[in-house]
C-alpha cells in the first residue's frame, strides 16, 4: 500500500484564500517531498523538508513536518489561478531508497 | 541540458506484444526511477536504480523489466503487454544514490488494447 496519504482529494477556492493540503504516512522517513503536477505534464519539485525539520519555506509555500504524528502540511498563501494542479507528498522510507508518492490532492483556485 | 526525456510520447500495443520504453537524462543523475500514473492511484514506484548496474524493484515491478547499462538510461520493458499496463508512465532522476529533489520526464501515455 502506498505510504502517503492526502487529504482533501480535491479542493477548490477563490484567488487570493489560502490553500491547505495535508499529507499523512506511514513509517519513520528520511524526508518528505511536495510535487505539484499541472494537466498532462510531469511533475515538479516544489520542495524537501527533512525528518529533523519541523517548517520550511518557499514563496507563498510553507511546509510544516509532525514527525511524533506521521504528517505533513502544506500552505499555499494568496493563490492564483496559475497554482490550479494536483500536489503530491511524496516520502522517502528509512528502510531503503524507495520514492513513494501518495494519491493526491487536486486543487482548482477559481480566478 | 535536455534534461530528463522519455520516448515515445504515446503508444498503442496489442495485449501480448512487447516494448521498451526509452528514458535518458543528460545531468549526470545516479538515482532514477520509473512510475505508472493511473486514475485516483497517484504515482506508484515499478523499478528504481542507484547508478549504472544497481536495479531494484518497487511496489508493483510484475511484468516490467529493467536495465541500467549507463548513467544516463534507463529504459522500461513491458514483456508481455496487459490491458492493466494501459498508464501514464514517467521516469524521474535525481543527484546522488539517496532520495533528493527528483527531475521527472514529460511520460509516456501507454494503451493496451
Known amino acids: 500500500s502506498q505510504q502517503g496519504e492526502e487529504d482533501p482529494q480535491a479542493l477548490s477556492i477563490q484567488e487570493g484564500e489560502n490553500a491547505t493540503m495535508n499529507c499523512s504516512y506511514k513509517?519513520?522517513?528520511?524526508?518528505l517531498q511536495w510535487y505539484r503536477q499541472n494537466s498532462g505534464r510531469g511533475l515538479v519539485h516544489l520542495i524537501l523538508?527533512?525528518?529533523?525539520?519541523r517548517e520550511k519555506h518557499s514563496g507563498r509555500l510553507r511546509v510544516t513536518l509532525d514527525t511524533s504524528k506521521k504528517s505533513s502540511s502544506l500552505l499555499i498563501t494568496a493563490s492564483r489561478a496559475a497554482d490550479t494542479a494536483s500536489y503530491f507528498c511524496?516520502?522517502?522510507?528509512?528502510?531503503?531508497?524507495?520514492?513513494?508518492f501518495g494519491q493526491g490532492t487536486e486543487l482548482s483556485v477559481k480566478p | 541540458n535536455a534534461g530528463v526525456t522519455q520516448t515515445p510520447k504515446f503508444q498503442v500495443l496489442k495485449t501480448g506484444q512487447s516494448m521498451t520504453l526509452q528514458c535518458a537524462q543528460d545531468?549526470?543523475?545516479?538515482?532514477m526511477s520509473w512510475y505508472r500514473q493511473d486514475p485516483g492511484m497517484g504515482l506508484r514506484l515499478i523499478h528504481y536504480?542507484?547508478?549504472?548496474?544497481?536495479?531494484d524493484q518497487g511496489e508493483v515491478p510484475n511484468g516490467y523489466n529493467v536495465s541500467r547499462s549507463t548513467t544516463e538510461d534507463f529504459p522500461l520493458r513491458l514483456l508481455s503487454a496487459a490491458p492493466s499496463q494501459t498508464s501514464v508512465y514517467f521516469c524521474?532522476?535525481?543527484?546522488?544514490?539517496?532520495?533528493?529533489?527528483?527531475?521527472f520526464g514529460p511520460g509516456t501515455r501507454l494503451t493496451v488494447t
Open positions: 524521474a532522476s535525481s543527484y546522488g544514490t539517496g532520495i533528493r529533489e527528483q527531475y
Open positions: 513509517t519513520s522517513i528520511n524526508n
Open positions: 523538508i527533512r525528518s529533523n525539520e
Open positions: 511524496a516520502t522517502d522510507a528509512r528502510q531503503g531508497g524507495k520514492l513513494i
Open positions: 545531468m549526470n543523475h545516479e538515482y
Open positions: 536504480s542507484v547508478g549504472a548496474g544497481i536495479t
